[in-house]
Each structure stands twice: as structure tokens, then as C-alpha cells.
């Protein structure tokens, strides 16, 4: 089946540390990626959605110049926690989509997430 | 999109099957249901979906009542492995966007 993967799996760093998380897909190209955060105990939110070769969609509430989302190939989603702090510290989820079929028939897959921890 | 109501937890002895439920009455005819599953510490993973006919695939079945409002996830032979919250996701999916996670069920299999 699709495979994405995501790295690092875990990061801990300084508070004020950028920190860049890869998502690819690697038997697939993905049109669209997604980026999710997770804090303990409670479900996935969506941050953002990114379509390749644009810029991201961002939620409410995500600060966008806070949350770098690169999208700049087909099989490739950077996101990048700039000036870290503790409260940022979050599981940190990818998922991608492919393309080829239609929308409505296709599902999403996910990576293993990125524990981010801000010392 | 079409809210989902599940239980929060369930239990199930492993070998047995486990019948996960999930209310969707709001769902509109477009709208697809997706399963996924997280284990713990883990990115979700994908299970199974439908529109409206029942599937089957090497993971699980999906029952779909016939007015879609409801559905029913079933694992024919649960094992310790499967304990994880299992989300009930509906959705239109236009132009290629996300799901909405809300709380799941969290199924603990046990010996």
C-alpha cells in the first residue's frame, strides 16, 4: 500500500530552535499533503494543507509565519517550527494524497508523526 | 461535513470480533465513511471506507445501514495488536481536502 514517510520521528531542542520535519510519499505523488498536530490525550487537528507547487491553506488559529509549510515537489512537504517554545512541543502528523484518481475515492495516508519536545 | 458520534471506549476479548459503531445522520449523499485507526504513538492508518455498499478487505468489514445514517466497523478476530482508538471519519472529498478526527473509540482488546 501507499507508504509515507516522515522523519525526524522525534526531536528535542532548545526553546528559540528552528526545527524542520520531511514528509514523502514514497510510492506515490502526492498532489496534496497535510499537516496535523496532536497533543496528548486529544484527537488530530488539521494545521494546514498544502498543494504542491503553491502556498499552503492554513487554519485558523495556526500562525503561518510560525509554521513554514513547503510544498516543492510531488513527493515532498517540509514543515518548519521556526523560533520553538515549550508550548509548541506536539506530536506533529503528515499525511498525503495521491493523485490519478478521483478525489472521492482516494484515501488519505499518514505518516508516523514527529514527537516535537521544546526544552 | 456530516458530524460522526462514537462510543469513547470499548472493550473486546481477543479472538472474538469487535463491532465498532458509528452514528453519521447527517450524512449527505456525496459524503463518503472512512475508518482509520491510531496505536499509540503512532500516524493513523487507514482501514477501510464506503459509500454506501458493505466492504470487505484483508483488514475489516464495513456495514453500512441502508439509509446511511450508521455504520458498524468490524474486525472478525480481534487481537492484542488491534487495541487503538479507531476513528469514524465522513466526508465530501472535493478538491482534495482533509479529514476531520473527532474523538474515536478506544478499543482495548484483551486476553
Known amino acids: 500500500g501507499a507508504v509515507v514517510s516522515q522523519h525526524p520521528s522525534r526531536v528535542i531542542c532548545k526553546s528559540g530552535t528552528s526545527v524542520k520535519i520531511e514528509c514523502r510519499s514514497l510510492?506515490?505523488?502526492?498532489?496534496?499533503m497535510f499537516w496535523y498536530r496532536q497533543f496528548p490525550k486529544q484527537s488530530l487537528m488539521l494545521m494546514a494543507t498544502?498543494?504542491?507547487?503553491?502556498?499552503?491553506?492554513?487554519e485558523q488559529g495556526v500562525e503561518k509565519d510560525k509554521f513554514l509549510i513547503n510544498h516543492a515537489s510531488l513527493t515532498l512537504s517540509t514543515l518548519t517550527v521556526t523560533s520553538a517554545h515549550p508550548e509548541d512541543s506536539s506530536f506533529y502528523i503528515c499525511?498525503?494524497?495521491?493523485?490519478?484518481?478521483?478525489?472521492?475515492?482516494?484515501?488519505?495516508?499518514f505518516g508516523d508523526g514527529t514527537r516535537l519536545s521544546i526544552l | 461535513d456530516a458530524k460522526t458520534t462514537q462510543p469513547p471506549s470499548m472493550d473486546c476479548a481477543e479472538g472474538r470480533a469487535a463491532n465498532l459503531p458509528c452514528n453519521h445522520s447527517?450524512?449527505?449523499?456525496?459524503?463518503?465513511v472512512y475508518w482509520y485507526r491510531q496505536i499509540h504513538s503512532q500516524g493513523p492508518q487507514y482501514i477501510i471506507h464506503?459509500?454506501?455498499n458493505n466492504e470487505t478487505n484483508e483488514m475489516a468489514s464495513l456495514i453500512i445501514t441502508e439509509d446511511r445514517k450508521s455504520s458498524t466497523l468490524i474486525l472478525p478476530h480481534a487481537t492484542l495488536r488491534d487495541t487503538a482508538v479507531y476513528y469514524c471519519?465522513?466526508?465530501?472529498?472535493?478538491?482534495?481536502?482533509?479529514?476531520?478526527f473527532g474523538g474515536g473509540t478506544r478499543l482495548m482488546v484483551k486476553p
Open positions: 464506503g459509500l454506501k
Open positions: 510510492d506515490f505523488q502526492a498532489t496534496t
Open positions: 447527517t450524512i449527505s449523499g456525496n459524503e463518503y
Open positions: 499525511s498525503a494524497r495521491g493523485q490519478g484518481q478521483p478525489n472521492n475515492n482516494q484515501p488519505q495516508h
Open positions: 471519519i465522513v466526508r465530501v472529498d472535493d478538491a482534495g481536502n482533509m479529514l476531520t
Open positions: 498544502s498543494n504542491e507547487g503553491s502556498k499552503a491553506t492554513y
